[in-house]
């Protein structure tokens, strides 16, 4: 019994090992694009939007996308973000599936400030 624990105990620091290291790999891309200066676009709704966002950035909530990705230069480096990074996951999938090449989920905005600040 022990040892299923101690195996248990094991498989999930792995998990958890793994993770971060994805979220490092992550972290270091964004920083490497944001050097490109991409164009931001907030998928939150307007009024998310309104209360704060990173300056420069536009507004295009996750409801809009499929009719407003036209708007959008497929040429241009975007960086999608939310509140917490899922809307972002699904505004890249929407942008990729529409012909964008140059997209990449930042994740949750106040994150991606961060890393913004520090470039």
């Not at 998990?15 to 939150?44: E, W």
Request: with cysteine; glycine share 6%; net charge positive.
């Amino acid at each position: 019994m022990k040892s299923i624990a101690i195996v248990g105990i094991v498989l999930i620091s792995l998990c958890f090992g793994l993770d971060y290291m994805s979220n490092l790999k992550k972290k270091d891309q964004l920083q490497q694009i944001i050097l490109q200066h991409p164009t931001i676009i907030d998928v939150r709704t307007e009024q998310e939007f309104q209360a704060a966002h990173i300056k420069g950035a536009i507004n295009i909530p996750l409801e809009s996308l499929n009719n407003k990705y036209t708007l959008l230069n497929k040429n241009t480096t975007y960086i999608t973000t939310c509140s917490h990074g899922i809307r972002s996951k699904k505004a890249l999938y929407v942008l990729q599936k529409k012909g964008f090449q140059n997209v990449f989920d930042g994740g949750a905005w106040l994150g991606l400030q961060n890393l913004l600040i520090k470039k």
